[in-house]
T-cell receptor, first 111, second 112 residues
């Protein structure tokens, strides 16, 4: 199993541009999550999903959107990128409500 | 998210010594307490976790202790090695909505 994969690894955006961060898992996990990690801070939950077709907001959802059309994929969409969205983004998946498995992250810079 | 305080923010230890990181929380409904290790340029990896019905759990050189009355839990690393150098995060699970809330992290450096 590849586990949780994320693309791209790095990206630089200009203010106002849009992009989609991709996340996929091959473990048939129902639960998937998006976090952002700012320097010196813990992870903040952006959005999560408990199964295909079901998504819900986390702690910091403003400026982001998600969709979950399949069990495997959970893309995160940034519309109108802002410098405040410069961060490292992690996707995670879980077979239930406890242990979460994280991807390698996407480092995003908005200039 | 729920408030989780993690201390210290940085920790430097001599190889072979022990390292202890402590987290305190306020939500008495929390029932799951994992610890994650994050190496440079990688995603967090679960190293040990404990449920609310257990006071201590050990896995080789790492252990976690939980005091639900005082609302704190700690990570203990014994006989530290250079490969233990990383950032460690504690987290708590909100029993009502099953979301993880993370501490701010502890950067551990093991000096050879």
């Amino acid at each position: 199993n590849a586990g949780v994969t994320q693309t791209p690894k790095f990206r630089i955006l200009k203010i106002g541009q849009s992009m989609t961060l991709q996340c996929a898992q091959d473990m048939n996990h129902n639960y998937m999550y998006w976090y952002r990690q700012d320097p010196g801070m813990g992870l903040k939950l952006i959005y999560y999903s408990v199964g295909a077709g079901i998504t819900d907001k986390g702690e910091v959802p403003n400026g982001y959107n998600v969709s979950r059309s399949t069990t495997e994929d959970f893309p995160l969409r940034l519309e109108l990128a802002a410098p405040s969205q410069t961060s490292v983004y992690f996707c995670a998946s879980s077979p239930g409500r406890y242990t979460q498995y994280f991807g390698p992250g996407t480092r995003l810079t908005v200039l | 998210g729920e408030n989780v305080e993690q201390h210290p923010s940085t920790l430097s230890v001599q190889e072979g010594d022990s390292a202890v990181i402590k987290c305190t929380y306020s939500d008495s409904a929390s029932n799951y307490f994992p610890w994650y290790k994050q190496e440079l340029g990688k995603g967090p990896q679960l190293i040990i976790d404990i449920r609310s019905n257990v006071g201590e759990k050990k896995d080789q050189r790492i252990a976690v202790t939980l005091n639900k009355t005082a609302k704190h839990f700690s990570l203990h690393i014994t006989e530290t090695q250079p490969e233990d150098s990383a950032v460690y995060f504690c987290a708590i699970l909100n029993a009502n909505d099953y979301k993880l809330s993370f501490g701010a992290g502890t950067t551990v450096t093991v000096r050879a």
